[in-house]
């Protein structure tokens, strides 16, 4: 099977669709990017289809997309209601949320060794993972002319920076 990307560019970022799975970044190069130092991807960690209510100690790995790990000893700057507020602002403040506070990174962001060019880096970012459900899956459409490829999905998850306050990434999950 070959997996197929599928880059959009709007006003709040870039969204990557993959496989099962969105990612929308942020546009802001410096602000998502981490201020500790970068964490392994978990080989170990679960592989789920959604964000979980609870994130093991190994982590978690949605969709082979976006990685959880627990925020053991992380102290945010904002607390969980205003960073569903933040989300609110990027998403349908009329859906039900849930928020999570998670050391997130995003595998893709990562650059290969020997990359020298600047790269944005999203790579154990203390945040905040806001997650609304819609009381029915919406079915997204492929904006490239000709392509009848759709993606349905009835959870978006918007990763808030736990210290900034600032977006840092969003994705859909079925």
């Known amino acids: 099977m070959t997996l197929k990307k599928l880059v959009l560019f709007g006003a709040l970022g870039v969204m990557v669709l993959v496989a099962g799975a969105a990612i929308l970044l942020s546009q802001t190069a ?17 592989k789920v289809s959604e964000v979980p209510s609870v994130i093991p100690a190994t982590g978690v790995e949605i969709n082979n997309q976006v990685v959880l790990m627990p925020p053991n000893g992380i ?25 999570m506070l998670t050391l997130f990174t995003l595998p893709e962001s990562i650059p290969l060794r020997g990359v020298t060019i600047p790269f944005r880096t999203i790579d154990g970012v203390p945040a905040w993972v806001v997650t609304f459900t819609e009381s029915q899956p919406i079915e997204l459409a492929s904006p490239v002319a000709g392509s009848t490829a759709t993606f349905t999905f009835s959870h978006h998850s ?5 210290m900034t306050g600032q977006f840092v990434a969003g994705f859909f999950t079925k």
């Open 30 to 46: 410096v602000s998502a990017q981490s201020t500790t130092p970068p964490l392994p991807v978990p080989s170990t960690g679960v």
């Open 75 to 99: 102290t945010p700057n904002i607390d969980e209601s205003q960073a569903i507020q933040d989300a609110s602002a990027a998403d349908n403040p009329n859906n039900p949320s849930e928020a």
């Open 158 to 162: 918007v990763a808030i920076n736990a």
